[in-house]
């Protein structure tokens, strides 16, 4: 069983649309949740991440853990084409140093 | 704009080259990694490295090398390259002021034939 679960998409969504991307995983340990974003021939790049439970916002974008569920989402607020990219989750027991686990990525394209 | 740099960005190359793939971070980063992605898979860690002289293998079997004789330069090393290599490789720093978060460099595209 993978640690991380990742629906890979692709997700194609209108301008302006409310976006949700999600993954699963099996670790209960857990404590680090993080969300990248890659733009074609790039690397990943870290948009934000939560300690423990609960929701974290930044501007467009929130993320939200639910370590009952084993269940973690990001959610993008009035999409732009800019927004356009893949989005990995990643989780790690401990902070930096500690090993990260990647999920495999969910493709989005925002339509202008 | 991120300061890991990788090169080349792209290469092509026949079976049985070596071939060594750089990596240089002007941050000053102790801990640096290298991750290998393939489409439709997950980032997987084939090296890592906490600070000079240091170097540990992930865990993703992987025939290549790694090597860390100065803070900011950590190359990674396929002694005779095959097919079976042709991926996208990541490097990556962690800044130890930050909780979490790798810095990652634009990859390099390896393409063996």
């Known amino acids: 069983q993978k640690e991380v679960e990742q629906d890979p998409g692709p997700l194609s969504v209108p301008e302006g649309a409310i976006v949700s991307l999600n993954c699963t995983y099996s670790?209960?340990?857990?404590?680090?949740f993080m969300w990248y974003r890659q733009y074609s021939r790039k690397g990943p790049e870290l948009l934000m991440y939560?300690?423990?439970?609960g929701n974290k916002e930044d501007g467009r974008f929130t993320a939200q853990v639910d370590k009952s569920s084993k269940y973690i989402s990001l959610f993008i607020r009035d999409s732009q084409p800019s927004d356009s990219a893949t989005y990995l989750c990643a989780m790690s027991e401990g902070g930096t140093g500690n090993q990260f686990y990647f999920g495999t990525g969910t493709s989005l394209t925002v339509i202008p | 704009e991120a300061d890991i740099y990788q090169t080349p960005r792209y290469l092509v190359i026949g079976t049985g080259k070596k071939i060594t793939l750089e990596c240089s971070q002007t941050m000053g980063h102790d801990k640096m990694y290298w991750y290998q992605q393939d489409p439709g898979m997950e980032l997987h860690l084939i090296h890592y490295?906490?600070?000079?002289?240091?170097?540990e293998k992930g865990d993703l079997s992987s025939e290549s090398t790694v090597s860390r004789i100065r803070t900011e330069h950590f190359p990674l090393t396929l002694e005779s390259a095959r097919p079976s290599h042709t991926s996208q490789y990541l490097c990556?720093?962690?800044?130890?002021?930050?909780?979490?978060?790798?810095?990652f460099g634009s990859g390099t595209r390896l393409t063996v034939v």
């Open positions: 990556a720093s962690s800044d130890p002021g930050r909780a979490v978060g790798y810095t």
């Open positions: 490295s906490y600070g000079v002289n240091s170097t």
């Open positions: 670790n209960s340990a857990f404590q680090y």
């Open positions: 939560t300690y423990s439970s």
